[in-house]
């Protein structure tokens, strides 16, 4: 007679070993917990998701530090007028070298005066720099146009850095 077994063999398949441990199936202790590596899509996914509270511990967990919400504007350090150059910032896109002209010649003599733009398409920086004929004329100048309301907006006049600063 033949005898039948409930068909489970007692011979395991090709590459399948019997697991060793507590027999819970965990490969690793409670203690040191594996890292669960997120799939591309996740991170797609947490890309583009709105952040919650919990994307902002994961970025504090991370090392990276959030960002405030509001810049605070930085005051520009105010250099010593020694020559007759001045440095005229937060100046109006619209101002043009003629009309820095007529009004630092209101303070004293005008050698000459630049308003820096970029080279492909001739917009201006937001900044210039202007030659008064002497360094009393230059502080003079500092004096009565600092924060001096022109085209719109508040001068910033000040000495200008020499000219091994800028070429460094």
């Known amino acids: ?17 019997r ?6 199936g965990r490969r690793y202790s409670d203690a040191k917990a594996a ?15 709105a952040p919650d509270k919990g994307a902002a511990k994961t970025a504090q ?11 605070t504007p930085r005051k ?3 250099v010593e007028v020694t020559t007759p150059r001045l440095y005229v ?16 010649n209101g303070v004293g ?5 630049e308003v820096v733009s970029y080279k492909h398409n001739q917009r201006s920086k937001g900044f210039a720099f202007v030659q008064m004929q002497t360094v009393d004329e230059a502080k003079r100048a500092v004096t009565e146009l600092h924060d001096k ?13 020499s000219n091994e600063h800028a070429r460094n």
């Open 149 to 161: 309301e022109f085209l719109g907006r508040k001068l910033v006049v000040s000495g200008a850095k």
């Open 19 to 24: 697991r060793r441990g507590d027999g819970q």
């Open 35 to 49: 890292p669960q590596k997120k799939g591309f899509w996740s991170r797609i996914a947490d890309f583009f998701a």
């Open 109 to 113: 003599h005008v050698q000459s005066a």
């Open 61 to 71: 967990r991370n090392g990276s530090q959030s960002r405030p919400q509001a810049r």
């Open 76 to 78: 520009p350090e105010p």
């Open 1 to 17: 007679m033949k005898s039948y077994t409930s068909g489970r063999s007692s011979r395991r398949g090709r590459g399948r070993s």
């Open 89 to 104: 910032g937060n100046l109006s896109f619209d101002a043009t070298e003629s009309d820095l002209f007529d009004l630092f």
